[in-house]
Nanobody, 118 residues
């Protein structure tokens, strides 16, 4: 069993930045794809970004050019750098492990709240 723990969420003003981190309890990053998803109130969970074990990335159109996903295999972590944040980015952000560059895996973190508001 793998545990994923997200951190880095919080309250930020529009135009600001946040960096989310996800730490895995086991050294399996190098063989699995990872991703970030988000769920806003009353909406379905949706893809934000994914990164393959080889470093290929896949982004939702709504975050392209503003968000960057990266991974550190040595530290069993994946990151989401979020710049130029908008109010519509407000959601609970979840880390995901497994799957492919285009499909989600079976492991999820508990989520971290991101609120963009003035």
């Amino acid at each position: 069993q793998v545990q994923l723990v997200e951190s880095g969420g919080g309250l930020v003003q529009p135009g600001g930045s946040l960096r989310l981190s996800c730490a895995a309890s086991r050294s399996i990053f190098t063989i699995y794809s990872m991703g970030w998803y988000r769920q806003a109130p009353g909406k379905q969970r949706q893809l934000v970004a994914r990164i393959s074990n080889s470093g290929s990335t896949n982004y939702a159109d709504s975050v392209k050019g503003r968000f960057t996903i990266s991974r550190d295999g040595a530290k069993n972590k994946v990151f989401l750098q979020m710049n130029s944040l908008k109010s519509e980015d407000t959601a609970v952000y979840y880390c995901n492990l497994g799957g492919t560059i285009n499909t989600q895996g079976n492991y999820w973190g508990q989520g971290t709240q991101v609120t963009v508001s003035s």
